[in-house]
């Protein structure tokens, strides 16, 4: 499996799985998403999705407090 095909998978199959499917992701005003940010390209290693920097949720951005980060 891809990196891609997995980040699919975990992304759109779990919103399917969850009645979201008709909600994709897309960043514009007025649209429901939650953002994380990593610290490399999840494309190239999707292991770098195990160390995220920080989560956007709702109007809250949420820090590690372990790194201060």
Same mark, same amino acid.
């Given at each position: 499996?891809?990196?891609?095909?997995?980040?699919?998978?975990?992304?759109?199959?779990? /919103? *399917? $799985?969850?009645?979201?499917?008709?909600? @994709?992701?897309?960043?514009?005003?007025?649209?429901? /998403? *939650? $953002?994380?940010?990593?610290?490399?390209? @999840?494309?190239?290693?999707v292991t770098v999705l195990e160390?995220?920097?920080?989560?956007?949720?709702?109007?809250?951005?949420?820090?590690?407090?372990?790194?201060?980060?």
């Open positions: 499996m891809t990196p891609l095909q997995a980040i699919h998978t975990a992304t759109v199959h779990a /919103a *399917d $799985l969850l009645g979201q499917c008709e909600k @994709p992701g897309s960043i514009t005003p007025g649209e429901f /998403a *939650d $953002l994380i940010a990593v610290a490399g390209d @999840p494309f190239k290693d160390r995220v920097v920080f989560v956007m949720q709702g109007d809250g951005v949420y820090k590690d407090s372990a790194t201060g980060k």
